[in-house]
């Protein structure tokens, strides 16, 4: 006994200053948001909700009973077999329950049934069977479930039926809402002047709405390109021959079969197939997301940077706190927390795009894990894009602070100087203001006077450049940013 104190003794965890450590309970914890191992699901859970009906296993499930239960309906619609003939209004009303409207028990049953099979399609089959048992004429044909199909007919026509549900009611109109604030913000601040950097440095002055302008466009291309992509589908057999239907119904056009199939979920038909759908469309999807989030990458960087250059205020919320030690802090949380969300979903997705399309001679497995985590990418995106409109909604614009720096610039003026002296051929005009500005503190007096001293130049066209100011030298901005809708 005292061996055995000793040896525990010697086996508890101690602290570098001898302390014995806390214990760990090691018991399995009950899946929560707090004890779940991704953030999607526990500390972003709340913003990632809209997803779980899609891309959860019970979406997974869900789609794959859709999928079952149309294919025997189609399957009674072809005179040929004559084993399956066309159901009774109470059969098909079964059929179109089950299709339609899934109960999490449902669900749960097929995952009972894969612990015996360990094959998650072939429990759905199962699964089915027993309902059908409820029906006489549903269960007389029950055998036809599944009916020459390999399991990757079902999988492929589930993952195009989530990713178009997710795309069409989660994730293009939040992409929407970015891309419609971003146009509310271009006509808000149409006429707001605002010094431009290139390489960090002062450079010729835009509106604030302009540069909105430019994101909100940017963002609305790779949103169409997004919504344009097809979801293709494929119900051609372990090959992509039909190889078992013509084996049992030969005279029958599978393959005019099959694109009806598909044609009936709202999919985009692919004729080449091997056992898989080669995943192309998803690649093409995904990069388009990813694009889009490049975008927005960018946008997230630039308020950051304007924050910081005290553009923009941001809004402070009671209780809410920036820092654990300095207590003034109103960090740019919400685009920070954005650009790493859309790391995160970019990252992911990339991977997705990269390792998809390529399966080994007709079908390797390698796709298999990869598509469990076919939501992923895109929770995090939608988190980002949350994050981003929150951000917006809490910036405040700081004119004094645009018009300081605007009026601490007058050397941006050069480039229209040296522009009208070209017009009226004044020798070496870039020269002279280069010379006059490059490295040099330039007001608006020096600026005047150079303008004065210009030999060669006419009078009124002195007098026309002495009224331009930094802030007056945009161009057409305005114009830009107001006429921006007409893109969106």
């Not at 950051?304 to 300095?326: C, D, H, N, R």
């Not at 100087?417 to 007096?445: D, S």
Request: aromatic share 8%; glycine share 6%.
């Amino acid at each position: 006994m005292a061996l055995c104190q000793a040896a525990a003794a010697d086996a508890a965890p101690t602290s570098s200053n001898g302390a014995s450590s806390p214990q760990v309970d090691n018991s399995p914890l009950e899946l929560s948001a707090l004890t779940a191992v991704s953030p999607l699901d526990g500390r972003y859970g709340r913003g990632t909700v809209g997803l779980r009906k899609t891309f959860s296993e019970f979406g997974l499930i869900r789609f794959r009973v859709t999928v079952e239960c149309r294919w025997l309906q189609m399957l009674s619609q072809i005179p040929e077999i004559t084993e399956v003939p066309p159901f009774s209004a109470e059969a098909n009303a079964l059929l179109d329950k089950l299709a339609t409207s899934l109960t999490p028990e449902q669900a749960q049953r097929v995952k009972d049934i894969e612990k015996t099979t360990n094959h998650d399609v072939k429990a759905i089959e199962y699964m089915l069977k027993e309902h059908f048992a409820t029906n006489a004429e549903v269960h007389k044909v029950s055998e036809f479930t599944h009916f020459a199909c390999t399991s990757e007919d079902i999988n492929n026509l589930s993952h195009a039926l989530m990713l178009r549900e997710a795309m069409q009611e989660q994730v293009l109109p939040t992409m929407d809402k970015l891309i419609a604030g971003l146009g509310q913000m271009s006509v808000e601040f149409a006429e707001v002047p605002m010094l431009a950097r290139t390489h960090g440095q002062t450079a010729s002055p835009t509106t604030l709405g302009k540069e909105m302008a430019v994101f909100a466009t940017r963002l609305k291309r790779q949103r169409d390109l997004a919504a344009q992509v097809p979801f293709f589908g494929k119900m051609a057999g372990a090959v992509g021959n039909y190889n078992a239907h013509l084996s049992a119904y030969p005279e029958v056009d599978w393959q005019q079969v099959a694109q009806k199939f598909v044609d009936s979920l709202g999919l985009t038909f692919n004729p080449y197939v091997t056992q898989i759908e080669p995943h192309d469309y998803i690649a093409e999807l995904y990069h388009a997301v990813i694009r889009f989030n490049n975008i927005l990458i960018d946008f997230d960087r630039d308020v950051w940077g304007y924050i910081s250059l005290g553009y923009f205020k941001q809004k402070t919320i009671a209780g809410e706190v920036g820092s654990s030690t300095m207590p003034h802090k109103v960090n740019p949380i919400d685009f920070e927390n954005s650009e790493g969300n859309l790391g995160m979903a970019n990252a992911t997705m990339d991977h997705m795009c990269n390792k998809l399309p390529i399966s080994r001679w007709q079908r390797d497995l390698t796709d298999s894990t990869v598509l469990r985590n076919l939501g992923v990418g895109l929770g995090h995106s939608l988190l980002a894009y949350a994050a981003t409109l929150k951000g917006m909604s809490k910036l405040q614009l700081n004119s004094a602070i645009l018009d300081r720096d605007l009026n601490n610039s007058w050397e941006v003026l050069a480039e229209p100087i040296q522009t009208v002296m070209r017009r009226y051929a004044v020798p070496n005009p870039y020269e002279q203001l280069k010379a006059f500005t490059r490295g040099q503190q330039v007001t608006q007096q020096s600026m005047m006077e150079f303008v004065d001293g210009i030999e060669g130049l006419p009078a009124h066209a002195k007098e026309d450049l002495k009224k331009l100011t930094p802030s007056n030298y945009i161009g057409n901005a305005v114009q830009q940013a107001k006429s921006v809708q007409k893109f969106l």
